[in-house]
């Protein structure tokens, strides 16, 4: 059949009620889209409504669904029946309304009124009631539905219907005859209720995805804020007067679904007593991470206690609460908190650009970060060991989940900033090399090795630093890649490195210049590839400074029996003690040559064998000392008698006259 024919006056009061010129309404039932509209309404069963309206461009649009964000007016043309539209029955079958878009729930008309379907034709006002009601439950489902609420559909009681003492009846015999129907429509809704309820109530917050988005706390307080205000809004639908009229229909007819209300009924207020709990004492915890994320983030690590002291009470305030897996998801979300705003302290891409404009003090802020975070952990440690201890009294419930699940992202987040601080450290590290001048014979080769290195170093790491991505994702495996690499090239720098430092350690010739290449270059001895490389030429050190012990403990026993070993021009006492001193000055050299390695060689067995050698050698030298002391104190009143005994000026044979003194006077130490 022709769309023209079917179409019936639409096309006439579409143009009148729009105020069109006719061609638009021929242009638009010429375009396919507009045909394959048409014809879905009127030559299927599927569809009971057709709405027109116009478009951007003054252009006909056509939709089988109310038209959202459409605010001008809209033709609605619905069918009274189920039946394809023929030429007979288009004008019978068909009803034709204006509508103001925007809300759909205003647009609904009203025909249970007799003044309004006085004079349509019997069953008419039936439907289309009945067709008007379902649209209004459907839109103001969806319009709760976006507004976070659970709407609950109305059932279809006529509006005539009232409530006389304990009987249920109507004004009209049509009611008395439809009986049945009412309460199969009442039933019907209270199956859709349950659902509707039960739906809501499965809804909870420790639904969360591990893999999934990363939630912060808000949205735990927000979620129940929001369970609380929707509870309470079923609350009030159940208690309105149209609900009590449901439940007096159910009651009075003995229904099987008068239980299944009640039970809703239960689980609401059950669900509203838990919410208003579960809010309350959420309250304090949600203050207080309120006033963190307001804290400079230097000051978080000190209240991190604070916080896991506020979730400790929120698990032993509240019995609602007191699950496992609420209590996990609220934690893995005080995580994602500290996550944020730790990524947020960093900069993201600020980390890596820190490298070439100094890794220093952005090596303290990572630290800083790990510090904090460490500082929660170990705060949650604590809060545990806490409730076991309140547990064995009795008083409350212990953490029996997995710690590991509390901190999954966290630590992935940790293992990241270990990742960026093993790279800042090592810049740091390298950064040094450009100090680096070795002395000796090939020391200008080696030095211009060292350059070399450090040239090589920076254009590893202003690639690293050019990268456009935020090594603080965890979930980003773009740095992993950068720094897999990075691994390679200086892994490479070092095996340069420690080719220099070999051929260096190996033209030193005592304990003292070997001291003094550890101490240039001790900034890279903790790195592992080069302290195992380097480890045999620092047992070498410690060998020589035994060696240089053992000679001077030979040269004080050979040497201090000798006369001639002492100063011609001093005491023989005062020669002595001096010579000791110089003696324990090569020593204690000795031994300050074996402690700049002592911190990298922790499991060598040589430290106490040095340690005993040098105090050996000390020991020998203040028993020489004091044997020195006391043969001079023995002489020392022979020596002043004798002294005394002669003439202070005596008269010389050379007619001069003279002090008379002897060097005994001057043998004092």
């Not at 709407?151 to 109507?170: M, T």
């Not at 440690?381 to 009795?394: D, F, S």
């Not at 004798?642 to 004092?668: A, K, N, T, W, Y």
Request: charged share 25%.
């Amino acid at each position: 059949m022709d769309a023209k024919d079917q179409a019936g006056s639409c096309p006439l009061f579409t143009v009148n009620s729009l105020r069109l010129d006719p061609e638009r309404w021929r242009e638009f039932v010429s375009e396919e889209e507009s045909r394959v509209t048409l014809s879905s309404f009127f030559n299927t069963q599927d569809y009971s409504h057709l709405f027109i309206h116009q478009g951007p461009e003054d252009g006909l649009s056509a939709s089988l669904h109310f038209p959202k964000q459409v605010h001008t007016k809209i033709i609605r043309v619905s069918k009274t029946g189920r039946d394809v539209l023929t030429k007979e029955n288009t004008r019978t079958s068909l009803m034709i309304q204006e509508e103001q878009g925007g809300d759909a729930v205003s647009s609904i008309i009203t025909v249970s009124t007799r003044e309004t379907n006085s004079s349509w034709a019997v069953g008419v006002a039936e439907e289309a009631l009945r067709s008007m009601e379902t649209q209004k439950n459907e839109a103001l489902v969806m319009k709760a539905h976006t507004g976070g609420r659970t709407f609950l559909p109305q059932p279809d009681i006529p509006h005539d219907v009232h409530l006389h003492g304990n009987d249920v009846h109507g004004d009209t015999e049509e009611w008395k005859l439809s009986d049945r129907k009412l309460l199969h429509n009442c039933d019907s809704t209270i199956i859709e209720w349950a659902g509707l309820v039960s739906d809501f109530l499965q809804q909870d917050s420790c639904q969360s995805v591990p893999d999934g988005p990363k939630p912060l706390p808000s949205e735990e307080f927000s979620f129940w804020t929001s369970r609380l205000r929707n509870l309470v809004h079923i609350q009030e639908q159940l208690s309105s007067s149209r609900g009590q009229q449901v439940a007096l229909l159910l009651q009075r007819a003995d229904s099987v679904y008068w239980s299944t209300l009640r039970d809703v009924h239960r689980d609401i207020h059950t669900g509203v007593k838990e919410a208003e709990d579960v809010t309350l004492i959420l309250r304090p915890l949600q203050e207080k991470l309120e006033q963190v994320e307001q804290m400079e983030y230097q000051q978080l690590g000190a209240n991190m206690a604070a916080v896991m002291e506020a979730v400790r009470l929120v698990w032993t305030g509240s019995e609602f609460y007191r699950r496992p897996c609420r209590m996990v998801v609220l934690l893995q979300k005080i995580c994602n908190l500290l996550v944020h705003l730790s990524r947020k302290f960093l900069r993201g891409q600020e980390v890596m650009r820190g490298l070439m404009s100094g890794p220093g003090p952005v090596l303290d802020d990572v630290r800083l970060v790990i510090w904090t975070l460490q500082s929660f952990k170990e705060a949650y440690i604590q809060c545990r060991t806490l409730l076991e201890n309140q547990n064995q009294e009795g008083d409350t419930h212990t953490w029996d989940f997995p710690s590991h699940l509390v901190f999954f992202h966290l630590d992935n987040f940790l293992t990241r900033l270990h990742s960026i601080q093993e790279v800042l450290c090592v810049s740091l590290q390298l950064h040094q090399l450009d100090q680096v001048v070795l002395s000796g014979v090939d020391g200008r080769m080696w030095t211009d090795v060292v350059q070399g290195v450090y040239e090589d170093f920076l254009c590893h790491v202003t690639a690293l630093s050019d990268c456009d991505y935020d090594p603080t994702d965890p979930d980003d495996q773009s740095f992993e890649l950068h720094l897999d690499q990075f691994v390679v090239q200086v892994t490479d720098l070092e095996s340069r490195l420690v080719s220099v430092l070999s051929r260096a350690f190996e033209d030193c010739c005592d304990s003292s210049s070997a001291a003094q290449l550890v101490k240039m270059f001790r900034f890279l001895l903790d790195r592992p590839l080069i302290q195992n490389q380097v480890r045999p030429h620092l047992i070498r050190l410690v060998e020589t400074v035994l060696v240089e012990l053992d000679q001077t403990e030979r040269l004080l026993s050979s040497q201090k029996d000798r006369a001639g070993t002492f100063s011609r021009f001093s005491p023989t006492a005062a020669a002595r003690l001096c010579w000791t001193q110089h003696l324990q000055h090569r020593a204690e050299d000795a031994v300050n040559s074996y402690r700049t390695v002592k911190d990298l060689l922790v499991d060598s067995g040589e430290s106490v064998q040095v340690q005993q050698r040098f105090l050996q050698i000390v020991d020998l030298l203040q028993d020489f000392r004091d044997q020195v002391r006391s043969d001079w104190s023995r002489q020392l009143d022979s020596v002043c008698e004798f002294i005394l005994d002669q003439p202070l000026i005596q008269h010389e044979q050379q007619g001069m006259l003279g002090v008379h003194c002897r060097h005994q006077v001057s043998q004092s130490p």
